[in-house]
T-cell receptor
Framework: GNSVTQMEGPVTLSEEAFLTINCTYT??????LFWYVQYPGEGLQLLLK?????DKGSNKGFEATYRKETTSFHLEKGSVQVSDSAVYFC???????????FGTGTRLTIIP | NAGVTQTPKFQVLKTGQSMTLQCAQD?????MSWYRQDPGMGLRLIHY???????DQGEVPNGYNVSRSTTEDFPLRLLSAAPSQTSVYFC??????????????????FGSGTRLTVV
């Protein structure tokens, strides 16, 4: 079956630091990959996505590249801000299937 | 455009009580689903529906019922609440992957959640 493994949190960084949150997956076929963000007290919002190998998703300064050879979709940002403090979820969706499989989430805290 | 609307936002139940969590979407999405979010476990799929009149079980369906009489609404029912059902519940929706042409936005839109405590 499908599974998503994210790096354990919580992660605490200083403002303007470089961010990497690791995500690897196990899936049959060719899944689409997603990063969702959950700000305090809110629901999940789609941050970025990639639908095929070597695709790069990007949004709000965040990037992630679909690496089929390493089954990974690591989230990166060059310079984080306090407003990036949130919980980040990696997720996948198999082709032809609407169901999302989520990782456990990584709580990110940015300190000024 | 309201998106996905969940009510209530907070609820406290006593063990054995029943209640319904409401979910409505105004985007004409065929697919709707319910997740629960628990610390250290991410989001787990409870039930889902690919269209009106069609529902199916997800990963953790026990203790929950759903129905889908309209495209817009997908209520989640707890028949006899238990402390193990204390969680944050999220409803999500998306276009069906069977649309022709396939939807460009392949992700789900989530509601803001219902925090349920069973005492």
């Amino acid at each position: 079956g499908n599974s998503v493994t994210q790096m354990e949190g919580p992660v605490t960084l200083s403002e303007e630091a470089f961010l990497t949150i690791n995500c690897t997956y196990t899936a049959t076929g060719y899944p689409s990959l997603f990063w969702y963000v959950q700000y305090p007290g809110e629901g999940l919002q789609l941050l970025l996505k990639a639908t095929k190998a070597d695709d790069k998703g990007s949004n709000k300064g965040f990037e992630a590249t679909y690496r089929k050879e390493t089954t990974s979709f690591h989230l990166e940002k060059g310079s984080v801000q306090v407003s990036d403090s949130a919980v980040y979820f990696c997720a996948l969706r198999n082709f032809g299937n609407e169901k999302l499989t989520f990782g456990t989430g990584t709580r990110l805290t940015i300190i000024p | 455009n309201a998106g996905v609307t969940q009510t209530p936002k907070f609820q406290v139940l006593k063990t054995g009580q029943s209640m319904t969590l409401q979910c409505a979407q105004d985007m004409n999405h065929e697919y709707m689903s319910w997740y629960r979010q628990d610390p250290g476990m991410g989001l787990r799929l409870i039930h889902y529906s690919v269209g009106a009149g069609i529902t199916d079980q997800g990963e953790v369906p026990n203790g929950y019922n759903v129905s889908r009489s309209t495209t817009e609404d997908f209520p989640l029912r707890l028949l006899s609440a238990a402390p193990s059902q204390t969680s944050v519940y999220f409803c999500a929706s998306s276009y069906s992957v069977r649309r022709d042409p396939p939807p460009l936005n392949y992700g789900c839109t989530f509601g803001s959640g219902t925090r349920l405590t069973v005492v």
